[in-house]
């Protein structure tokens, strides 16, 4: 499957020569465009920066605060609603028409493509919000906070974690005492599988003095770094605060949705559609939340309502890794011909998304590894080990060996995903059945066993077409010496 970047159109005028133009600045905006650029974004006002005239709000409507909305909560770092993001995009494109030397205009249009094209799964906002942070950034400089924000957003809706740490650090250095400077380093920390720099960097984000509206962002990401050390209890406890506190219907459906995620990863089928169906009701276009419902409606054998559900996520802008669900619960259905559709479907979004610039190698290594050609997933998912060391990349890369038949290699990359010491603290059914696959081909039936039965007390649902498949192998060990794990 290719892989290859290309770049799409832009809806406003080429941006213009810089005010600030000098050789040296022109070195460092295309070293850092050429890294390829991340998700969520933040719009935001410089500091001190006074409205221009004509920015001055409009009289007040719904549409008015639709905008208004957008723009103050992805000020702080967190969801918008589609409609105003639509809203707030035709102003800042109209406002860099007439101000094309307007840098703050250039990186909040930048940003509400970056998040536009998070919330909706298209990619093709991606090349528009890099030209137009790479503009904002020409004409202010390297210290500007807003576009460098911008910046790591992007790389990060892009999965490219390298760029969003260098972007990252230097916002930060730029203005150390930022608080929403610091979530998206801790993503893109965990994205490159530097666990010690992440947890440190949320211990300084929890040691800033933040308002009332940072706060439920504050303790959503302090959820997912919880979630990321096994901590379930202290993420759940985190992001349902954040969803009690939220101040926005968007803001409140996401984290009501990330708890529906948490509720599925533990196995608990109600909390988890109670969760995933509020959001929804709050935010119709909340699309993690529509995706955790379709799967959860899949594991309560309501099937056909599963399917419906799934269908109605990928009609317009379909995401791959939603794609590859729906082809896999087809799979386990024995309807063959629907499944190969949704996997050639998911092929073209694939080539759509990576046109947008975003890194497919792990989705793609995924599907290659169970549905393809295996060898070709473990060429693909080394590189990506080698670009980006993070938990998933070890546990499809792990799997894809173990796939070849190199059982023993693979196993060294599952026990990066699985063991505490090596990084891997989250508690995942599937990372937990790699592992004890890949044990029971190398005849260590104990660990094999304990791997395979934690897999299934840790969600006895977390694949239609693995579960079955975690039983049959119990079946097939049968009554085995509990053996100690080698550590002991």
Not at 271 to 290: F, G, K, M, T, V
Not at 367 to 391: F, N, S, T
Request: proline share 7%; hydrophobic share 40%; charged share 30%.
């Amino acid at each position: 499957m290719d892989n290859r970047q290309c770049v799409g159109t832009s809806p406003v005028p080429e941006p213009p020569a810089p005010r600030r133009s000098g050789r040296v600045l022109r070195r460092v905006l295309v070293a850092a465009l050429a890294g390829g650029v991340a998700v969520g974004a933040a719009l935001t006002l410089l500091p001190g920066e006074r409205p221009q005239r004509a920015a001055a709000p409009p009289a007040a409507g719904p549409r008015a605060q639709n905008r208004t909305q957008a723009l103050t909560s992805v000020t702080y770092g967190v969801p918008a609603a589609l409609p105003g993001l639509t809203a707030l995009i035709g102003r800042q494109e109209q406002r860099v028409r007439t101000r094309p030397g307007d840098a703050r205009a250039w990186a909040v249009l930048g940003s509400a493509y970056t998040e536009r094209g998070r919330r909706t799964g298209d990619a093709a906002d991606y090349p528009r919000a890099e030209r137009a942070l790479g503009t904002s950034l020409e004409l202010r400089g390297t210290r500007n906070t807003e576009a460098l924000d911008g910046l790591t957003a992007l790389a990060l809706a892009r999965r490219d974690f390298p760029a969003a740490k260098e972007y990252g650090e230097q916002a930060l250095k730029a203005a150390p005492k930022r608080w929403s400077a610091y979530p998206a380093l801790i993503d893109a920390y965990t994205g490159l599988g530097d666990y010690t720099k992440a947890r440190s960097s949320l211990d300084k984000l929890l040691g800033l003095r933040t308002d009332a509206a940072a706060r439920p962002a504050v303790r959503a990401r302090a959820a997912a770094v919880y979630r990321d050390r096994g901590w379930r209890e202290d993420a759940v406890a985190q992001l349902t605060d954040a969803a009690a506190a939220a101040r926005t219907p968007a803001e409140r459906a996401a984290w009501l949705a990330g708890v529906g995620q948490l509720a599925w990863e533990r196995g608990d089928l109600p909390d988890a559609l109670r969760h995933c169906e509020a959001a929804l009701r709050i935010d119709p276009d909340q699309r993690a939340a529509a995706a955790g419902r379709a799967r959860t409606l899949a594991a309560l054998g309501r099937t056909e309502e599963a399917l419906a559900a799934y269908r109605a996520v990928v009609a317009q802008r379909p995401d791959p890794a939603d794609l590859l669900e729906l082809g896999e619960l087809y799979e386990a259905l024995g309807r063959s011909q629907l499944a190969e559709d949704a996997y050639a479907r998911m092929r073209t979004a694939v080539r759509e998304s990576v046109a947008g610039g975003v890194d497919e190698e792990l989705l793609i290594g995924r599907y290659e590894a169970d549905h393809g050609d295996p060898w070709e997933a473990v060429d693909r998912l080394r590189e990506e080990w080698r670009r980006q060391p993070g938990i998933e990349v070890a546990d499809a890369l792990g799997w894809a060996l173990h796939r070849t038949g190199e059982d023993q290699e693979a196993l060294t990359y599952a026990a990066v995903a699985t063991d505490k010491a090596k990084g891997g603290g989250v508690r995942s059914a599937l990372y937990a059945f790699h592992v004890g696959v890949i044990e029971a081909e190398l005849e260590r039936y104990g660990p094999a066993r304990r791997h395979l039965e934690e897999a299934l007390r840790i969600n006895p649902y977390f694949s239609p077409l693995r579960v079955p498949a975690a039983r049959e192998a119990l079946r097939e060990l049968g009554d085995v010496p509990d053996e100690p794990p080698p550590s002991e």
